[in-house]
């Protein structure tokens, strides 16, 4: 397992060291050190040196480093320094050098707690807050956590131990709202890969559906979407509709609240949901995306010092709909001197430094078309290695899910408390992002 | 108020200001005194001397005052192991707190002071904290336990603390149950006698999986991973849990669904391959492992590594998802090159236009390593994907004319290969690499491009030029530059010996003069001497036909494989390497995956059949341990054949004559057809060998006239020659001088003394009538087929019982499966008068064209004469192909055998026949059929045998022979099945005559 746990600076100075295990040495700690500060951007996240392994991810500019001797779980290590990286944020917001050092007792005091002698204990954050005493420092805002006290009675200590062991680790009991609400969030990003000549090459969409839950005592939630699988279990809706409304969902992972097993055999998502906001489940479909938007490239060599380049971006999806935040990115070689840019919708830019065209379009509503064109000086021959042509990339935001998911209900049953499913206010909003949305030139 | 402020530089006395606040009796000052002294320890400063009055601070009732205490405890207690003692007495008093978060803190800390003496005062307060009413307080003891067996296993094991474990695996509380499991699986490996503390049984897996259900994701990675470690009693079971683990499949933690992969693989292992479980099993395995791919990189890395395993061992699983694994632009390099690795894997004939098409886009990116290796696949999908073979290298093509240094480099390495793979195919794109030979800087890609200029000189006007090139910086070169250079300019030589003299001799005597490499030296010694006592020796040798590539590279070992998918998710899985070679000391037993046991639970008529396969193979493959055996085997069979025992016999006193009398003269007149001017000496040998690169005893040329002449040459030597141990590689240990040299090399070759015992030829047929006189016009004709001295003879008697003269004979064979040609035009002396009997033996090579026949060994020659031309058909016999390097290396032997699919096994009986496997040996023996290993198994012999066929084709025997039966049972595998009966069909002659 785990045999130690380092926090280094991006010089490579120690500021947080934790070693769980007598098999690591202080000298693995400067070992790592010494290696972190001359990382290559592209190094192996896992490295051994004499017969001790290194993990290492990086958080702003902050490495969190794990070290071992033993053959442990590769996966669960890194799965393991994200959720710690996860569990600071939440304490003391964005992870930078003053944070750590304004909080390191606390996150000493973290660190005994969520790993045992090198095994991951219990590390959700709002089980956490119940018996930490330290308090997170953020920088600036100062910000109190933990609205209720530290617990003082024998019942108040035994039930968080309860809870941190427990079956339903993630919640406690006796939370109560006068108003009992809850948001639901689905959050597409839709992944892209075409060939110039408008070949899709691939095509993704990774799905998050989150929740946020403000609901009293422990109820227990039902969610329903429109996936082929289910709705064809279901089997009464008329043939047409099935085809119309249900998509296929190539696979979805849920947060440890849902009941897996259930899934499983009834394919029904039900869940005892954590308070506040959490991610309920991920998932990936690759049939019948929309795509939201086309881009048709043109870039053209004309002689050796120019270059000519022609986009144009093409809305697809209902003309009542507006996109967002539009923003085409056109990479241009690194040898360019001089770049004219010519748009009639938004504002283009070249960016020197970023050896790009920026086209930026607030807003577009759905079937309509955009052009750029643009005139790329070079400078003659001081590049001899050929140009890489890097895809040109898209962002953009729209209120729809590309995959075509539909909520169709969320159910809430608190059976103790008296309040019902008709008197909780729910809400939902559906928002697909570009994730790598590129067209190759 | 923040804590930063304690990593600011101390001044003078600090400790000492500290020691008074330490002492304070301000609970406030107290808790930042001792965040101070933990700030100072973090960045490495001794604070050690503070620790009476830290541990002073102990006895409080404050919470967060106390696990400062502790930390500080933790991190000290070793080096000061008399004054932990005075913080036991804290210790077990709040082991007996009423609040469980501080019972639970003292017992953790506690395992963690690594102090015999604190050791001792723990085991009441842990035996107690194990029966805790309360669950957060038994968690933290059952890792507890894990902790003191570190420290003292015999005490762990005397206390009777694994029985305690394994209660609380039975225990309410999931997070209870995963925590004891995680220990219990930790005591497991460490534990010194290696015997198993704890075994999983039904019911404690069944009470592991219902815990699955409840606990921490973290907690399911501990049960998952002990679940691993179980082998089900039969296929019912098997699929009873799997059933229940499939669910984590859809688990958010990454860790958990490889966890959960790495189970079901392990069990699939045990169901019937055929059976509908596996295939609804391996449908629901692909959609988790290409969600993890959207991970965070680090996690997509580690999932790569294991999909890379996965693939190799159930390809089925993911050959539809290619397209997930096409590279993205701002993927990280090492995601890239995984992706990359796993996209050939997953090649094949459906998908290769796809892959192509994307191997082309990458080849363009920047990232110089990450090109390299996409030029790479594209090599490697040509060698694997034969239909694609045309378009690769088109691609490669295009990409030269990019004239990207590396690109071109890298596309000339896999050219190599894909000549070697496609023999006579692309050839004609040499003149353009051609093009880019001043370009080339990196040692592979010349050395390659060199290797393609020696092996098809004939077809390069210019080869010489070009070789000559480089033979003006032939010392700055890379000894693998170098090397391939000699070799290449060697091939010119034997192809074109008119022009290209000179350089032969400048390059042997670079090679063996001013070179101090050994290795090349050697080579150059060998080529030298090949090419001066019988070049025609020397052709066989160095323009052999090469064994042809094998489609898959880069394959992990089957066993290794087997292993490494029992730790699916861990470090070996990522590193590819097996625990033990990066885990220090103990090494826990080695992982193996269960096996179908014959007959298991739903007996189909087939799943005996296939379990048969498994079953022989365990036979002979060698547990780690007894790899010492294996090797101590090899080297006993290396001593095998008589002439090499015979090499120790030779005089070793003998010297060489200044340089053995002209030793390229006769060798070259008869290359030449005329005299040489001037004839190179070797210098007086040295020093000989290191191992050489080439297995010198496959050459065994046959006998010819210059050899006595060369042995006869030992007269005393001026100059005594350094002893080297030359013979040591081939089992004659003694050291010789250089003379002795010479007599070794003699031996080697088949000459000598031990003339007699090499020219003995294999088992040969007797003569059949292939053409009646009726047919053939009065021409009658018998003959048979024959392999003498590494050459295929056909053996024919001409009987002219016509009333006139026959001759102008010629002869003409069609295409057929093993490409047979005449080496020379037939002779038959004519005229051959009326009732004339003649004996012709023609000399056959395969280096013909290759057409199937039906039957295989169909042979249809046409025979001309003054009269007419006459067609028949004959058989050739398939033992004449076998060739003389057919001894395959042993462990190579064990991996093809197991690498063969079942479905390419034969088996034959030979009934009634009561041979002995040391007769069966040495008849086979003679018939280039070698053995590579000879076992006892339950009283039957078992034999192992490997040949080759001239084309390359290995066929691996067994024999077994059981003492009491009259019956011998052969079993027959290769990759090219086609072959088997024939191969019976003259093992069977062979063993019956």
Redesign the interface.
């Known amino acids: ?1 785990i045999g130690g746990m380092f926090m280094y600076n991006h010089k490579g100075e ?4 934790r070693v ?4 690591i040495g ?1 000298n693995a700690v400067d070992a790592f050190a010494s290696m972190s500060s001359t990382p290559a ?6 490295t ?1 040196m004499a ?1 001790t ?1 290194f ?1 290492h ?1 990086k958080r702003g500019n902050i490495w969190f480093a794990a070290v ?9 290590v ?5 959720k710690v990286s996860d569990v600071m944020s939440s304490y003391f917001g964005k992870i930078t050098e ?1 944070n750590v ?6 996150i ?2 973290l660190l ?1 707690e969520i790993l ?2 090198g ?6 954050t709002g089980i956490l807050k119940t ?1 930490i ?2 308090q997170g ?1 953020k920088s600036q805002i100062k910000q109190q956590f933990g609205d209720q006290p ?1 617990p003082k009675t ?1 019942e108040e ?2 039930q ?3 809870q ?4 339903i ?1 993630w919640r406690r009991e006796g939370i109560k709202y006068r108003r009992n609400e809850l948001f639901l969030d689905v959050l597409e990003n839709v992944n892209l ?1 075409m060939s110039p000549q408008g070949q899709v ?2 095509a ?1 969409v ?1 799905g998050r559906v989150v929740m946020k839950s403000y609901l009293s005592g422990m109820p227990e939630c039902k969610f329903g979407m429109n996936d082929k699988l289910t709705v064809d279990k279901q089997g009464k809706e008329s043939e047409t509709a099935k085809t119309k409304t249900s998509i296929a969902i ?7 609240c849902v ?3 259930k ?2 055999s009834e394919r029904s998502i039900s869940f005892i949901p954590p308070d506040g906001e959490f ?1 309920l ?2 998932y ?1 479909t690759t049939k019948d995306i929309s795509l939201p938007f086309r881009i048709i490239p043109l870039v053209r060599e004309v002689g050796r010092t120019k270059m000519e380049v022609k986009v144009v971006v093409k809305s697809n999806f209902k003309p009542s709909i507006l996109g967002q935040k539009i923003e085409v990115r056109i990479p241009t070689p690194l040898n360019t001197s001089g770049v004219q840019v010519l748009c009639m919708k938004g504002k283009a830019k070249y960016k020197a430094s970023e050896n790009a065209i920026v086209w930026k379009i607030k807003r577009m509503s759905g079937m309509k078309e955009a052009q750029i064109s643009a005139e790329v000086e070079l400078l003659p021959g001081a590049e001899k ?2 140009w ?4 040109i990339s898209l962002n953009f935001e729209v209120p729809f899910a590309a995959s075509g998911l539909k909520v169709r209900y969320l159910k809430v049953f608190e059976p103790k408390l008296n309040y019902s499913d008709h008197d909780v206010i729910k809400w939902v909003r559906y928002i697909s992002r570009s994730g ?1 949305y ?1 067209t ?1 030139c | 108020m923040t804590d930063s402020k304690y990593f600011t530089t101390t001044k003078k006395g600090e400790i000492f200001e500290l020691k008074a606040d330490l002492n304070s009796d301000k609970k406030e000052k107290k808790k930042e005194a001792v965040k101070k002294v933990i700030a100072s320890m973090t960045v490495g400063k001794d604070v050690s001397a503070l620790f009476p009055d830290v541990v002073n601070c102990m006895q409080t009732d404050n919470l967060e005052l106390k696990k400062l205490v502790y930390l500080y405890l933790m991190n000290y207690a070793k080096s000061q192991p008399d004054m932990a003692i005075m913080a036991v007495n804290t210790f077990v008093k709040d082991c007996e707190d009423p609040n469980p978060l501080i019972r639970a803190l003292a017992v953790r800390t506690m395992g963690c002071i690594r102090v015999d003496k604190i050791t001792e005062y723990l085991c009441e307060p842990l035996r107690k904290c194990l029966k805790d009413e309360d669950p957060y307080v038994q968690k933290t003891a059952a890792v507890c336990v894990a902790k003191l067996y570190d420290i003292n296993p015999q005490l762990v094991e005397d206390q009777g603390f694994i029985d305690q474990l394994r209660d609380l695996l039975t225990a309410s509380n999931p997070m209870v149950v995963a925590n004891a499991v995680a220990a219990l699986s930790e005591i497991n490996d460490a534990s010194q006698s290696g015997a198993a503390l704890f075994d999983l049984n039904s019911q404690t897996i069944n009470k592991l999986l219902t815990a699955l259900n409840e606990c921490t994701e973290w907690g399911q990675i501990f049960i998952l991973d002990s679940l691993a470690n179980y082998t089900p009693k039969d296929e019912r079971e098997a699929q009873s849990v799997c059933e229940r683990v499939t669910p984590r499949l859809a688990h958010a933690n990454a860790a958990v669904v490889l966890s959960a992969v790495k189970v079901l693989m392990k069990f699939m292992e045990v169901m019937n391959p055929s059976g509908e479980y596996i295939t609804t099993l391996t449908k629901k395995l692909a959609p988790p492992l290409v969600t993890l791919l959207s991970a965070e990189p680090e996690v997509q890395y580690v999932a790569l590594r294991n999909i890379n395993l996965i693939v190799q061992k159930r390809s089925d699983i993911l050959k539809q998802e290619m397209k997930v694994f096409f590279v993205k632009y701002n993927d990280p390099i090492y995601v890239k090159l995984e992706k990359l690795d796993i996209m050939i894997r997953l090649a094949s004939q459906g998908n290769i236009a796809q892959v192509l098409a994307e191997l082309k886009e990458y080849a363009t990116e920047v990232d110089v390593d990450f090109v390299r290796k996409s030029v790479r696949a594209i090599g490697r999908c040509a060698i694997k994907v034969e239909q694609s073979a045309e378009r690769c290298v088109s691609t490669l093509l295009d990409l030269i004319q990019t004239k990207v240094n590396y690109v071109v480099q890298e596309a000339i390495v896999v050219i190599k290969d894909i000549f070697r793979k496609y023999p006579n195919k692309y050839e004609s794109i040499i003149a353009t690499l051609c093009e880019n030979l001043d370009t080339l800087d990196e040692p592979e890609a010349r050395a390659s491009m060199i290797w393609i200029i020696g092996e098809y000189a004939e077809r390069i006007d210019n080869a010489d030029e070009l070789l000559e090139s480089f033979l003006e910086g032939f010392h700055d070169e890379n000894t693998q530059v170098q090397l391939q250079l000699l070799t290449a300019i060697v091939k010119l030589f034997l192809k074109r010996p008119q022009d290209t003299q000179e350089l032969v001799q400048s390059v042997l005597s670079l090679a063996t003069q001013d070179s101090d490499n050994p290795d090349l030296r050697d080579r150059g010694y060998i080529y030298w001497r090949l090419l001066s006592t019988d070049p025609a020796a020397a052709k066989d040798v160095v323009l052999a036909e090469k064994p042809l590539i094998s489609e898959e590279t880069d394959l992990i070992e089957p066993t290794l494989l087997d292993e490494l998918i029992c730790y699916i998710g861990s470090l070996a899985s990522v590193y590819h390497k097996p625990p033990s070679a990066f885990v220090e000391g103990r090494t826990a037993a080695r992982r193996v995956l269960p096996t179908r046991a014959p007959g298991s639970g739903s007996t189909s008529p087939d799943s005996e059949t296939t379990s048969t396969p498994v079953q022989q193979s365990t036979v002979i493959l060698p547990s780690q341990g007894s790899q010492g055996d294996l090797i101590g085997d090899l080297l006993n069979m290396d001593l095998g054949p008589p002439m090499m025992g015979s090499s120790t016999t030779v005089p070793m006193a003998q010297t060489q004559d200044a340089a053995a009398i002209d030793l390229l003269g006769g060798g070259l007149d008869s290359l030449l057809g005329g005299p040489v001017a001037s004839a190179p000496t070797p210098p007086p040998t040295t020093t000989a060998t290191s191992s050489s690169p080439f297995t010198v005893a496959a050459a065994a040329p046959p006998a010819s006239g210059s050899n006595a002449e060369l042995l006869g040459g030992g007269a005393p030597a001026a100059q005594p020659a350094a002893a080297a141990p030359f013979g040591a590689q081939m089992g004659a240990g003694a050291p010789m001088g250089a003379g002795g040299n010479m007599g070794a090399l003699g031996d080697i070759f088949g000459l000598g003394p031990s003339l007699g015992v090499t020219t003995s030829t294999g088992y040969v047929m007797p003569k059949t009538e292939w053409l009646p006189a009726s047919k053939g016009k009065g021409l009658e004709l018998s003959g048979t087929f024959s392999r003498r001295g590494r050459e295929i003879y056909m053996d024919m008697t001409f009987n002219n019982k016509a009333m006139q003269q026959m001759g102008s004979f010629a002869v003409q064979l069609n295409k057929n499966s093993f490409g047979l040609v005449p080496a020379s035009p037939l002779q038959v002396p004519s005229p051959l008068m009326p009732n004339q009997s003649v004996d012709v033996s023609l000399q056959l090579t395969t280096h013909g064209p290759v057409q199937r026949m039906d039957p295989l060994m169909n042979l249809q020659v046409a025979i001309k004469n003054n009269i007419d031309v006459f067609y028949f058909s004959s058989i050739v016999p398939i033992h004449c192909l076998f060739v003389e390097d057919g001894k395959m290396d042993k462990r190579v032997f064990l991996a093809t055998w197991k690498d063969i699919p079942a479905a390419n096994e034969k088996q034959f009986t030979m009934s009634n026949l009561p041979l002995d496997a040391e007769t069966i040996d040495s008849k086979l023996e003679n018939n280039n059929v070698f053995n590579i290993a000879k076992r006892n198994v339950e009283g039957q012999q078992m034999l192992y045998q490997s040949l080759k066929l001239s084309n390359g084709i290995w066929v691996l025997c067994e024999f077994k022979v059981s003492p009491g039966s009259p019956d011998i049972v052969v079993s027959l595998k290769s990759r090219a099945m086609d072959v088997a009966d024939q191969v019976y069909g003259v093992l069977e002659l062979i063993c019956r005559n």
């Open positions: 397992m120690v500021l947080i060291s769980f295990r007598d098999d202080r951007a592209g190094s192996f996240p896992v051994n017969r392994s993990f991810i071992t001797k033993q053959n442990v779980n590769a996966a669960m890194f799965e393991f320094l994200m003053d050092k304004n909080n390191f007792v606390l000493y005091e005994d045992d002698y095994y991951p204990q219990n590390t959700d018996f005493t330290q420092i530290l024998k200590q035994s968080i131990t309860n941190v062991t427990g079956q680790g890969l090459l691939s993704h990774a190539d696979d979805c992972t849920f947060h440890q009941k897996l097993s899934f499983e991610e489940m991920k990936r290695k050929k890489a042509r890097p895809p790598l590129e190759r």
